[in-house]
Structure formats: structure tokens, C-alpha cells
């Protein structure tokens, strides 16, 4: 079965940082693209990071540059999120995705794992 987990939400204070981990089992992330996406309550879903199967290229949304990195671990088959300088504005369930190309319609979606920064 084909499946991508997210872990490592949990509720933060503003400012503070959290790293979300997404693992994939049933399949190699090896040549796939993988994408970060979250939602908010009451708002539509929006991508947060995409990174290349090498590794060698990410892109950001304008909100979270300078704040979040994306980076991967082929050999673990994970993807992480570290989230910096986290603002109460980041709260969303977070999910990953993975696809052959960062823009590309996603092929695996996780169930997703919730961030909650508040103080």
C-alpha cells in the first residue's frame, strides 16, 4: 500500500519552530518531487514548498521564505519541513504530497498533521 505520513505538528508558541517529517512507505520518494501544502480553518489549501527529487531545487511561498526549509533524506525515504520563527498565521493542518515534477498535479497526498501557534 502507498502511503505518505506526516508527523511532528503539535501546538507551538509564536516565534518558536517545529519540524514536520513526511514518510513514505510501499514506495521510494527516490523519484518523486515532494510538495508541503496546508490549510487554515475556513480558507483554501494552499503550497507551501516543493522539493526536487534530487534535491537539488526547492521553491517557497513568499509567506514562509527565510522562515521555513525544506530538505529530504532519500535514504530515510523522508521529507522534512523545519518551521522557524513560527507566527500564529501558520496554524493549518500541513500535508505533503508527492509528484514527478514541483507544478505538477500531485499523485500521493498524506492525511495530514496539525499546527497550532499560539500562545
Known amino acids: 500500500q502507498l502511503q505518505l505520513v506526516e508527523s511532528g505538528g503539535g501546538l507551538v508558541q509564536p516565534g518558536g519552530s517545529l519540524r514536520l517529517s513526511c514518510a513514505a512507505s510501499g514506495f521510494t520518494l527516490d523519484y518523486y518531487a515532494i510538495g508541503w501544502f496546508r490549510q487554515a480553518p475556513g480558507k483554501e489549501r494552499e503550497g507551501v514548498s516543493c522539493?526536487?527529487?534530487?534535491?537539488?531545487?526547492?521553491n517557497y511561498a513568499d509567506s514562509v521564505k527565510g522562515r521555513f526549509t525544506i530538505s529530504r533524506d532519500n535514504a530515510k525515504n523522508t521529507v522534512y519541513l523545519q518551521m522557524n520563527s513560527l507566527k500564529p498565521e501558520d496554524t493549518a493542518v500541513y500535508y505533503c504530497?508527492?509528484?514527478?515534477?514541483?507544478?505538477?498535479?500531485?499523485?500521493?497526498w498524506g492525511k495530514g498533521t496539525l499546527v497550532t501557534v499560539s500562545s
Open positions: 504530497a508527492a509528484t514527478h515534477v514541483c507544478g505538477d498535479g500531485m499523485d500521493y
Open positions: 522539493i526536487s527529487s534530487s534535491g537539488g531545487s526547492t
